[in-house]
């Protein structure tokens, strides 16, 4: 048999192993999907397929899963055979992967994100190429001239994940980041502009003197971190964020000479962490925010003492669904495009493009490599994507007049009770197993593929949070922040989805300056103000001597590489 050179098997090879004959679960859709455009073709069929059970890890949590035995799983389940044995990360994801490279127990499909090198270097995933040429129609038209944006390196120019976290062609309604007040908070100091990091504080600030505790005399917390384990890198993203970077990952990359800077470097960003270390200084930041775990931070953000975050509504959303059931909407959040001074524009809208980093591989012991993409392929149909972002027709939503429009009793159900809801429904749930249409692209009805658009977002809105918007004079909160007109379009897409080789100096250098960064941090946010600069500069010479220069110059590489194969079209 044929081996690449990674050694594995090629997957035209694996499919003739299988019953080629299978019919496949797609349509056979030639229309591709632009901006503002609409999708046309029907809807996918299942076929009679026999039942099979898949395994599948992601280094992804999912707290809601609830084993496709969701209404949305059990569709799916009918429409191509497939049930997920699924394992979602607990604890370190990173030292699963290379667990799973390591003893050769690879499950049938892998989300392993940055990490599938580890997997691509054990011969744990195959090239997906001819798969998807063969038996996944749907994929191949919704990515159409951005299947270039797949594959694995230069060198190596094998598909080895069907990309799952970026959205194509999307332009993006939602704002889910930024910096986050409560209602409340914002309200009572008149909705003021909130620009700064200055202008933040204050607000804060105002409410904690007048509010030192809660109506049960508990304690008000300012501002709250979740720094457990991997969420450190919420933690630390706002140094890019405040200073005028966009989400790269740990690196900055110069838009002109796309040379790439360990991120913390920046003499910029050591005055964001300066200004938590004043934070904590004037008693303003949560003492546990380095020590807490996730369920903790949770809780917290549940009793509505925490009156500001910096962190994504996907990582604190289980909390502040818990105040929506029970009626505290005032104690949930808005978003606000906080910088360092007004000299810097929020990135959250800063666009990417189209990325084919992280996703989900097919591992090399997988019995039945064609059942797996013909299932991945359905997902990426237009009914499978209307399923996964809707749910069923007449149970989640109906068309009024041609228009899809959610069961005004689902919606009750969704804002008051999210995670209930989503375990029982399963819409959502699968959203970061598949490729799909992002925000703004309509299906062949005429209809937005997700749910993320101006009209659905407004209906949303809980009565606080209307109130707010009300006040600044706007619809949604992405009218706060910088468009995405504002910024030139990344060569390299993100930074951050680039998968690298195992024994690449970015990689083991790379976890040098996590350990240093993720022991200095803290120390220096929550030092007296005095001993700063000197946690700082001991923390600057850690890593130099660790080799920072030399893990820059082989991302730089990476970077320039990147760009050299998309460009090849």
Known sequence: MKVNKKGMVTASLLALTVAATLSGCSGNNDSSATEGTTVEGGSTSGTSLAPITLTYFSEDSSTNWNNMKDEVGKVITEKTGVTLDAEFAVGDPVQKISLIAATGNYPDLIAAKADVGKLVDAGAIIDLTDLIDKYAPNIKKMLGDKLVRTKYSLDDQSIYAIPTWSSVDEKKFKT????????????????????????????????????????????????????????????????????????????????????????????????????????????????????????????????????????????????????????????????????????????????????????????????????????????????????????????????????????????????????????????????????????????????????NYPEMLTATYNVAEKETLKAYGIDHWKDLFPKEEEFQPRAYGAAYTMSLPNDDPAVILGAKMKDITWKRIPQAVMSKPEEFDKIWDDYMADLEKAGVEEMEASYTKHIQDRIKLWSNQ
């Open 176 to 451: 889910d980041g930024g910096f986050e007040l409560q209602h409340r908070v914002v309200k009572e100091a008149g909705y003021p502009e909130i620009r700064t990091v200055k202008d933040y504080e204050k607000v804060i600030q105002d409410y904690i003197t007048k509010h030192p505790t809660d109506e049960n005399g508990n304690k008000n917390i300012g501002m709250s971190l979740n720094a457990d384990d991997w969420h450190m890198y919420q933690v630390t993203n706002s140094g890019f964020q405040t200073t005028g970077g966009p989400d790269d990952g740990e690196y900055y990359i110069n838009q002109e000479t796309h040379e790439a800077t360990y991120h913390f470097r920046r003499p910029e960003e050591k005055e964001y962490f300066r200004w938590l270390n004043h934070m904590n200084d004037i008693g303003l930041l949560d003492p546990e925010s380095f020590v807490q775990k996730t369920d903790q931070f949770k809780a917290k953000v549940a009793s509505g003492r925490v009156l500001g975050l910096a962190d994504p509504e996907w990582d604190y959303g289980d909390g502040q669904n818990a105040l929506k059931a029970a009626g505290k909407y005032d104690q949930t959040y808005g978003h606000y495009p906080v910088t360092m001074s007004q000299d810097y524009k929020d990135t959250n809208f800063w666009p990417a493009g189209f990325d084919g980093g992280y996703g989900i591989s097919i591992s090399s012991k997988t019995k039945d490599p064609v059942r797996a993409i013909q299932f991945l392929d359905y997902l990426a149909s237009e009914e499978g994507q209307i399923l996964v972002n809707w749910g069923i027709e007449g149970k989640h939503y109906t068309y009024e007049n041609g228009k899809r429009t959610i069961i005004p009793e689902v919606q009750q159900r969704s804002d008051k009770d999210g995670a209930a809801f989503q375990k029982e429904s399963g819409i959502g749930l699968y959203w970061n197993m598949m490729v799909h249409y992002g925000d703004g692209i309509k299906d062949s009805t005429g209809n937005f593929f997700t749910r």
